[in-house]
Every structure is written in C-alpha cells, then in structure tokens.
C-alpha cells in the first residue's frame, strides 16, 4: 500500500519525503480546503514536483472545495499549469469539478475527495464511469463496507482510506458549523473546527445556562477523538486498500515526522503487526485520545473528548547536516541545554529511538554555550549515533 502523507507547506513536504512517504497531498493558494495552511507557490509546488519524482515519488493537489459557479474563475490557467509541472493527479470533492476537470484538462489524473462522501458501491461505480483514478472513501465506513466498494469498481481504480488524525463530526467533513458561528466557510477552507469549542445550553423560557456535563474537563459534545490505525494495517491490505492516507496539513513538521515514521516502519513489517514500540511513537506526537472509528464498529468510534489535544514528547531540533567526526548540526526549535538527554527521531534504524546526553554545544563561531534559546539558532552538539539531515531530536 502507498503511503499518503500531508504536506501544509514545503518544510512538511521535506519532512514528509525524509521520514518515508510515498506520496504527498498540498495545496496552491486557491482551490483548496486547507486556506490557513502555509500552502505551496507554484514555484515550491514545481520544485517540490521535481523533488518528489526524484525519488520516484508523487505528489497530488487538492481540488476540493465544495465549488460554486465562481470558483472557477481562473481554474483554466491553474489546470494547465498543474498539467506543465506533471503533478501525479488533482483530488476534487464536487462532481461539477470532477466533470470540468476531465473535460480541461484530460492528461491529470483524478482523485475523488472524502469529501464527496463516497459511501456505497453505487456512488463508487459512477465516480469510476466519470473518470476517476481513485476513490478517497468517506471515513464512516467498515472494512466489510470497504471490501464491498473495492469489489464493485475495476480493479485499476484505487481505493484510498484515512487511517491517522482528526475526525470530523459530520459525514466525513460536510459540515456548517463554521459557517454558522463565525462567517468562515469550512467547504472552502476556512473551517475554525467550531466542533472542537466548549458548549452550554439554555432551555427557552429560562434567561441561565447549563453547562452539557460530561466529565470534569468540561462538555464537547461535537468534539471528536483521533483515528489511528496502525496496529490493523494489514486487515486494510486484505481489503484490497491500495493508499492508506494522514490526515494533518495544519499540524506541526514533528508530527508529520512522528506519525509518517510509524506507519512507514509499520508498512514494512507487513503482515506483521506494528510493535509496541511504534504504537508508542503515536503517544510522542500531539494527539486526542485515539480511536479506530468506523472500521470495527467501535460503538465508543468517536466521542467525547476534550478541546484540547496532548503529546508525549517535544520538537527540540532538527539535524540540517548529516553527523560527523562525533558532532551534529542541528537547527533549533525549543530551548534545551548542556546535560539534556535528547531522544532521536531518525531514518537510521540504529540510532531510531536512541537517547544521548548533550555534553558539548558550539555556535556557527566555534564558540561554546551551555545552553540554545535562540529560536532556529543553528549549532554543532555532540552526538555518538548517526545521524541524517532532516532527523530530529527531542525530548
């Protein structure tokens, strides 16, 4: 199965291609559903093209607003120059798009977004009659339901399911609470993630309000826990799931690092199952309380959870050269000091998960410090293992 990992901006894509992904999914600055990530130029776009298949990987571009008539203006000289720089295929949400872009631009492959809500065989053999490539299915499905579409459609069609992050609490993100509440348009982007806020309710008649009691952190009634999906990959396999999909193009590098390095090791021991060891790695990274949603028919899929997500672990560094002669540069992202014991997150398997204690630190001068608090400072610490630029440390 391809590994599918998201890509908010081009530090993420970099670290997205480090840690293992087969393909990356982004954005320009229009058309798609994530309008307050970094998002991509269309000179990064190009270079993260050429990047990619470089290393004989792909990159997608979103589609997938939920387009009216003027959303289209300027959707001409984008196709064509999406179809210049070679992207692997466009996701789109809207059968309108799906429609339009078959007929602009008929050299792009075509993915159909979880947003369209693909949920039974018929939408899914309709989806492939109108060309698709690939059918992203809602996340409100089974593996039973899965196997099902998968048999209904050719087999050069591919399947793409969601199996890590944030859920939504409406049919896989058809939802108006944004909308509703602050003016901001979740089908175009701009969603504030209103399910994740903390609610009262007030019965007509009466002027107080009662907080919705749920446990001692307080009511979030909308608010869903996260899908994670690592220790049942191979039941998706045996579905006939050809891409499992990471959900999080507006989380941090870390995360995109500590989640697409699970579930790249984890893909690589199939069909054996993922260790204890990486089902701990998921603990590192920001997280709510994991859940495997619909696949199982989990009667607690989803809720309640609190607003507010927690991790194990925290960004320290981020190695910008490989290690020599016992040191390595890193970048820093939070403070840390001389004696700190640091932990490493790297594609080398015997310095992965290895720990070290920080014994001498040098500025770009040669000079030596007993402590980093410069945000980004690069500097030279002393480190046994073997390191890869774009490993990161932390703590």
Not at 293 to 320: C, H, L, R
Request: with cysteine.
């Amino acid at each position: 199965m391809e590994l599918l990992a998201p890509a908010g901006n081009f530090e993420k894509f970099m670290t997205a291609m480090h840690f293992g992904a087969d393909a990356v999914y982004l954005a320009g600055g229009r058309f798609g559903l994530r309008a307050f990530a970094g998002n991509f130029s269309q000179e990064e776009m190009k270079r993260a093209v050429e990047i990619a298949h470089e290393k004989n990987k792909k990159v997608f571009v979103t589609l997938n607003i939920i387009a009216k008539d003027k959303d289209f203006e300027g959707l001409d000289d984008y196709l064509k120059f999406l179809q210049e720089i070679h992207v692997d295929a466009v996701i789109v949400a809207d059968i309108g798009m799906l429609s339009y872009v078959r007929e602009h631009a008929s050299i792009l492959n075509v993915h159909v977004s979880t947003q369209a809500n693909i949920i039974n065989s018929y939408s899914a053999q309709l989806m492939a009659k109108l060309g698709a490539k690939r059918l992203i299915l809602a996340r409100e499905l089974s593996i039973e339901e899965i196997k099902l579409i998968r048999e209904s459609v050719p087999q050069e069609v591919e399947i793409e399911v969601f199996v890590h992050g944030a859920m939504c609490m409406a049919y896989s993100g058809r939802c108006l609470l944004s909308n509703y509440l602050t003016g901001r348009d979740s089908n175009h982007g701009e969603c504030v993630q209103a399910c994740r806020w903390k609610y009262m309710i007030r019965e007509v008649s009466r002027q107080d309000e009662l907080e919705v009691q749920e446990d001692e952190k307080g009511s979030y009634i909308f608010n869903s826990k996260d899908l994670n999906m690592l220790v049942h990959l191979q039941e998706l396999k045996e579905a006939g799931v050809d891409s499992i999909k990471i959900e999080g193009r507006m989380k941090s590098p870390y995360y995109v690092a500590t989640v697409v390095n699970a579930y790249r090791k984890a893909l690589d021991m199939l069909p054996q199952k993922a260790t204890k060891e990486l089902e701990a790695e998921l603990l590192k990274a920001s997280h709510r309380r994991y859940t495997t949603g619909f696949y199982f028919g989990d009667e607690n899929k989803q809720f309640v959870e609190d607003s507010m997500p927690v991790q194990e672990s925290e960004f320290v560094a981020v190695v910008t050269r490989d290690s020599k002669d016992g040191f390595v540069e890193v970048e820093m992202r939070n403070k840390f000091a001389l004696g700190d014991r640091l932990e490493i997150l790297s594609v080398v398997d015997d310095s992965f998960n290895k720990t070290f204690v920080v014994e001498e630190i040098k500025n770009s001068a040669g000079d030596k410090l007993e402590e980093v608090k410069v945000v980004q400072e690069k500097v030279l610490i002393s480190c046994k293992y073997k390191l890869k630029a774009g490993d990161i440390l932390r703590r």
